[in-house]
């Protein structure tokens, strides 16, 4: 996967210096300018090519400085049906949302007209939340909060990143780029519960859950940013 990202960097940035020596338009963003940016998982992933799952907006203090604030939301569903024998259908259901916030700050080092290098620093949140429940056709039902085999589980977590990545201008107002990062992460994991109602009679269930696990390292952001500056 590293290997990936840095052949697509390497790739990107000899077709933009290519680009960058045949135009003396300086495309680049500078003070007051402001950019919205989306990131799609290279095709190079095979797992799930051109999935869209975060947006980041950026405001230029200075011609070499910018903030920026990364969104992320995503919410993944999916429903199953099977029969046992000729009378009961059972319905399972799982549902996933991902929400996290990520405010920054880069700082800019242009190389030309078109591409601007950057190195920076992150702190974020991000949180997950699952639901699964099943249902058969007797009306007993079983819910499951932040835990299932199929929803996977809810955790909470919290990171300190510092960035280092590339615009590189197609033209005025588009860019592509790319992006890594090093830093610390922490992640708790959600209490879970479990709602029965079988036979007419209700339960719940909750399993204290806590948890903890301590990343410190790179990581690898296997997207490529599109964005438009304005």
């Given amino acids: 996967m590293k290997k990936v990202i840095l052949t697509s960097f390497v790739l990107l940035g000899l077709a933009f ?5 045949q135009d003396e338009e300086n495309m680049l963003m500078s003070a ?24 980041r907006g950026r405001i230029f203090v200075n011609d070499n400085m910018a903030v920026r604030l990364g969104l992320n939301l995503n919410i993944n569903s999916q429903t ?13 259901k799982f549902r996933v949302i991902d929400f996290g916030l990520f405010p920054g700050i880069e700082m800019h080092l ?26 058969d056709s007797e009306g007993d039902r079983v819910e ?10 809810g955790f909470n977590n919290i990171v300190v990143n510092l960035v280092s990545g590339v615009d590189m201008f197609a033209y005025k107002g588009l860019y592509l780029g790319a992006e890594l990062g090093f830093g610390l992460g922490i992640q708790t994991f959600k209490d879970s519960e479990v709602i029965e109602d079988i036979d007419g009679e209700s339960t719940t269930t909750t399993v204290e ?16 940013r599109l964005g438009w500056a304005f």
């Fill in 32 to 55: 007051g300018n402001a950019s919205l940016e989306v990131q799609f998982l290279s095709p190079f992933v095979a797992e799930a090519p051109f999935q869209m799952d975060h947006l």
């Fill in 144 to 153: 499951y909060k932040n835990h299932h085999y199929g929803a996977g589980e």
């Fill in 110 to 135: 242009p190389v030309g007209n078109r591409v601007s290098p950057y190195v920076g620093a992150e702190v974020g949140f991000a949180t997950r939340s699952t639901l699964a429940f099943t249902e």
């Fill in 17 to 21: 210096s290519n680009l960058n020596a």
């Fill in 80 to 92: 199953d049906e099977w029969e046992f024998g000729e009378e009961i259908t059972v319905e399972e």
């Fill in 209 to 224: 859950d806590n948890r903890m696990n301590i990343g410190f390292g790179d990581n690898i952001n296997g997207a490529i």
